[in-house]
């Protein structure tokens, strides 16, 4: 006998699926391995987690280019992308917006880092950043804005949930270099 659901009731499996990112979220932790990723970047290029085997990778996740708080947050992170390299670490922007919005976003504002993109939403919800949010009683699926710092050995060192942009780049430089 099939199951009825009630009128404004979600079943089961909606609403463990719907769970299932911030569940990801919870449960990655420092010292754990980093999930494995091949994604399409900007240029055109693939990038996955293996590029960056026995270096430092500082990967953040941003929820749309060419917004206020992403753009600062990329053009930070670009800014001190030098320091970053003199600390052994590479930096890779991922959000859901298609390669061709990442090859504007980094031309317009000349960004010196790797950006990638996960339409698809696999890495986003292994990572767990790709969770219910609400903006003006309105809910909606989308990238909680976070960074790992994942070190040589691919395993993550440090994460910052929930990020804010102002000083954020020059927090995560700090934990770069002390790694």
Request: proline share 6%; glycine share 8%; net charge positive.
């Amino acid at each position: 006998m099939a199951r009825k659901t009630l009128p404004g009731k979600r079943p089961a499996a909606k609403k463990a699926a719907k769970n299932s990112a911030r569940s990801a979220a919870e449960t990655l932790a420092p010292g754990m391995k980093a999930p494995p990723f091949s994604l399409p970047r900007d240029g055109g290029a693939t990038v996955s987690l293996a590029d960056f085997a026995g270096h430092k990778l500082v990967l953040y996740f941003y929820p749309r280019a060419d917004t206020s708080g992403c753009t600062k947050e990329a053009m930070d992170f670009s800014r001190l992308e030098g320091a970053f390299a003199r600390a052994g670490a590479s930096i890779l922007g991922v959000s859901a917006d298609p390669v061709p919005a990442q090859d504007k976003f980094k031309a317009k504002y000349k960004l010196a880092i790797a950006l990638a993109s996960d339409e698809q939403h696999r890495m986003l919800e292994a990572y767990g950043v790709w969770q219910q949010k609400s903006l003006y009683g309105r809910k909606f699926m989308g990238i909680v804005r976070t960074t790992f710092l994942i070190g040589p050995d691919q395993r993550i060192a440090q994460m910052w949930p929930k990020v804010t942009v102002a000083g954020h780049a020059e927090e995560v430089l700090a934990a770069a270099k002390a790694l």
